[in-house]
């Protein structure tokens, strides 16, 4: 298995910073910022999911302790967007060891964990949408308020920029987890766990901290939601579609691999919106492509479309030579 | 606080709701006694399902009771279709390829009935939908006295399916040992298809039992989901005295969760009691230990 460089994806990175100021329309920046936020969230869904091999059904969990974070500590104390953003992303790790503490110490794994990701996201749902402190069911308005202490922007390809900072820091910790010993533990755990702790792997501290890790991925994705749409509610930041966009780019495009989760989120959001234009405002057409290309992908290409380019240019060669 | 009356009588309707959880869980937990695997298509099947009884009883008259003779064949066949050709060779065997796969065909299915029915929700009425059935002082919702009547019917129904024909000892013997069972000649991925089949088919006898009572939208077997992956978690992983005894289980406490709760919060109940099994307990009540 060949891995990209940090050349590789500084090249990816810059390649996309370029991408805005080349004249996007305001409909195709929003897109693209929403890609990056979607893939940021994919890249936390991969380091336990992809690299680890806990899928997890309830990412939301982490989404919106991130975005509920942002919009709460602004708008009731009045805290500094980028502080805020900090602590966001601080409590999404905190989450991640909470429900990785209770699960992994019950030993759950596979379906069981994917189940009780899911079932923590809908009781954290149920919760903010009952309760007052996080606005109940009329949600979150944040105040629009531009500049760059506020981490909201006039001109919306800087905020894109900050989402790309992001994603490259996503991208860095997944080039980072290829390379060390702590990522080897994990790949290790996930093809076969009793031989890794037999090894002397630390299978619930290996475990634990890459839910935390993942969380706090996933939660800043949330808290740039927040800061982007500047309004959020129980069912958007908590919502089943979260935990499933960040499932699908990231196994679509490759789960356990460095650009995985961008280019599945890049491709899915990529068509997603492709087919609301070409279908005409008929609802639910993008999610059912969504949920066709996963069957496909997983019937078809087990490991995602990284593998798929890679295998396609590695035959490519050996036909070339025959000839 | 409540008059006695109000809270057995709640509880009372709350255990004949649990029925009908307890019919949609059986399909779910009989497939993953045999298949070994978690079918998260299940909640967007069971909208099919009732948007067949819809259908016919919105466009042929039909009584939804009536209707499950017709709806449980086309659920049987659905079913078998998507195990053998769909789900079974996409997955590749792996548990996670499955666990992807139902997912996918869950959103597919979900959002296929959208983009035709859009998001409304559909009820019918019948005479019945609010009649009520006097027990002493008691009143009950008759829908569901009638629901809970044909589940145990269902419940036995299954049993003797599985103990006394040829197709159901060849499921129990799959269940048992896969190798085994194919090497004294029986077809694994018939068996799997056929058991997947049987569970679409309890789907469609919920349905039958739900409509009358309930609405339907796109979106209402999500709604399900969790709760009849509760009481299949509760009840043990493929144990079907489980999956009966735990939804009356969660019936009960639905509804007392959402008397004293009230509806939004009320569901939490479940949702815990969900998260309490799996951490202390996770082969359930009446689950082998794995």
């Not at chain 1, 606005?135 to 629009?144: D, F, Q, S, T, V």
């Not at chain 1, 990284?306 to 490519?316: E, Q, T």
Request: contains cysteine; proline residues 3%.
């Amino acid at each position: 298995m060949t891995r990209p460089r940090l050349t590789t994806l500084a090249i990816i990175v810059v390649a996309l910073a370029v991408v805005p100021f080349l004249g996007l329309s305001g409909a195709l920046l929003n897109l693209m910022i929403f890609m990056m936020i979607i893939a940021l969230a994919a890249q936390g869904w991969n380091i336990l999911g992809g690299y680890a091999g806990l899928s997890s059904f309830g990412h939301a969990a982490f989404f919106g302790a991130g975005a509920y974070a942002m919009a709460v500590l602004q708008t009731r104390f009045g805290v500094n967007a980028w502080i805020a953003l900090v602590i966001g992303i601080a409590l999404g790790a905190l989450v991640g060891a909470f429900i990785g503490f209770l699960s992994f110490r019950s030993g759950l794994k596979g379906s069981y964990f994917a189940l009780i990701t899911l079932a923590f996201a809908e009781v954290a749902r149920i919760l903010a949408n009952s309760w007052n402190f996080t606005g109940g069911a009329a949600g979150i308005l944040l105040k629009l308020q531009t500049g760059l202490p506020y981490l909201q922007f006039a001109d919306r390809r800087y905020f894109l920029l900050v989402a790309l900072g992001f994603v490259a820091i996503g991208l860095v910790v997944s080039w980072w987890l290829e390379h060390s010993r702590f990522g080897a533990y994990l790949v290790a755990l996930r093809e076969n766990e009793q031989a890794a702790q037999a090894l002397g792997v630390d299978v619930f501290a290996v475990k634990m901290k890459a839910i935390a890790i993942s969380g706090a991925l996933t939660a800043a994705a949330g808290c740039l939601y927040a800061q982007n749409y500047l309004f959020i509610d129980a069912n958007v930041a908590f919502g089943s579609w979260i935990s499933i966009e960040a499932l699908f780019a990231a196994i679509v495009g490759g789960s356990g691999t460095v650009l995985g989760p961008l280019l599945g989120a890049i491709v899915l959001l990529g068509l997603g919106d492709l087919t609301k234009s070409v279908s005409g405002g008929i609802p639910g057409m993008d999610l059912l492509v969504f949920g066709i290309i996963l069957v496909l992908s997983v019937a078809f290409s087990p490991n995602g479309l990284v593998m798929l380019m890679k295998s396609l240019g590695l035959r490519a060669p050996a036909k070339a030579k025959e000839a | 606080m409540y008059s006695p009356q109000i809270v057995v009588e709640a509880l009372l309707n709350g255990l004949m709701l649990g029925a009908i959880y307890a019919l949609i869980a059986l399909g779910l937990t009989l497939i993953y006694g045999v298949l070994h695997i978690v079918n998260f298509a299940h909640g967007a099947l069971l909208t099919v399902a009732m948007f067949m009884v819809w259908l016919a009883c919105a466009r042929y008259g039909l009584d939804p009771y009536l209707a499950i003779l017709f709806v449980a064949p086309v659920m049987f066949a659905l079913g078998y279709v998507l195990q053998r050709f769909i789900i079974g060779p996409a997955s590749h065997g792996k548990d996670n390829g499955i666990l992807l796969v139902t997912l996918g065909l869950s959103i597919i299915i979900e959002n296929a009935l959208l983009a035709a029915f859009q998001s409304d929700t559909r009820t019918i009425t019948t005479d019945y939908s609010f009649r009520v059935v006097e027990l002493g002082p008691l009143l009950l919702s008759f829908p569901r006295v009638i629901g809970f009547g044909v589940t145990i019917a269902t419940t036995l129904l299954l049993w003797l399916v599985l103990h006394q024909t040829d197709i159901g000892k060849a499921i129990r013997a799959v269940a048992k040992e896969k190798l085994g069972a194919s090497l004294v000649g029986i077809s694994v991925p018939h068996v799997y298809a056929m058991t997947f089949a049987i569970g679409c088919a309890c789907l469609a006898v919920a349905a039958g039992l739900l409509m009358p009572s309930f609405y339907v939208s796109p979106k209402t077997g999500a709604a399900f989901v969790l709760v009849a992956f509760t009481i299949v978690v509760l009840g043990g992983m493929g144990s079907i005295p489980g999956a009966l005894i735990g939804g009356l289980l969660i019936g009960v406490v639905e509804a007392a969760s959402s008397l004293f709760l009230g509806d939004s919060l009320g569901q939490i109940g479940i949702f815990l009691i969900f998260i309490v099994t799996l951490l202390v307990r996770p082969t359930g009540l009446f689950g082998a230990r794995a």
